[in-house]
């Protein structure tokens, strides 16, 4: 499982039914790259989390008709990247 | 879920018949790497897009029998890049 | 679906029975890096192809018994990876 | 399966419900890289150990239904990566 | 599938009851990069190998119980790394 911060919600008014009415979140790893999370947690931005990829992503959506392949698992107590 | 600009679509007149009638579209990522994807969502060249990868995508491109490993989930509004 | 070029037949003489009797190939893409994917179109060297990975290449194989992780799914006309 | 170092036990207050009681670990890769991984052998920092990703990572923490796509699968012996 | 040159045996006093007794095999890239891989072909230290990963590393250890995200699927014959 990756670890990322939040970054924004994600606009997005035109998506695949399958995506149903979930959360969408930016996140960006420590080299600055971005993906799109489904986020079942409920983070803020700036939250450092963890996340499952592949078809775990779909059953920790918490709906396993969601067609995410990355999901928000946790929000990660006191990370500080800088200390790794 | 990656974040991708829509390139051009794909010509390809040889393919395997799991791809059925399929759009397949040319996306790039902001290092310039293109990858291919099936699209059920109709986007336009230079549209920001978030794609779903694995297993995921043959659900998202609308039929479980579509045999592909990306599929193009939805178009993000207002994306600015250089932003991130 | 990534984007190689094809490269010659790979020569195995040493294999699981799960690969039956399937056609292998030597896929190189852009950066020079090599893999070895199961073809089901019959591609010729110099071909540019793109390809299904994970669960999908076992579908596209054609025969979902095969023990593959990554297939030509087609090849791709007018190709100019300089052009990118 | 990849091969990384035990970090610290990874304290997350907050997490998905389909993780359940499982032990998170942090692993740090040759690189510094850092992942989080379900610890089903009881590991110690400073142990080198290898995982299971993907549907694998399910079946190896002990319980399908353990939502993670990374779990540690052995503890190296002797393993002296500045000999590789 | 990924092409790799067989290195040591992987000594493993501690690991999941799922891998069984299978062998397991130290591999490692043209980068140097090393990973590890369960071994139903056999093969010697130095060999040129590829390798199914994913749930296709599974069905390809020749027992789908195994658990295991990349498995050995054959040897390369008179492989030539350098003449990539």
Same sequence: chains 1, 2, 3, 4, 5.
Wanted: proline share 2%.
């Amino acid at each position: 499982m990756d670890i990322y911060q939040a970054d924004k919600t994600l606009v997005c008014t035109s998506r695949v039914p399958g995506l149903k009415q979930t959360s969408l979140r930016i996140l960006r790893n420590k080299m600055g790259n971005k993906v799109v999370a489904t986020d079942p947690v409920g983070v803020r931005e700036g939250n450092w989390v963890f996340t499952a990829s592949g078809s775990a992503a779909r059953f920790a959506a918490g709906d396993f008709e969601v067609l995410t392949d990355l999901t928000i698992a946790g929000i990660i107590d006191n990370w500080d990247e800088s200390a790794g």
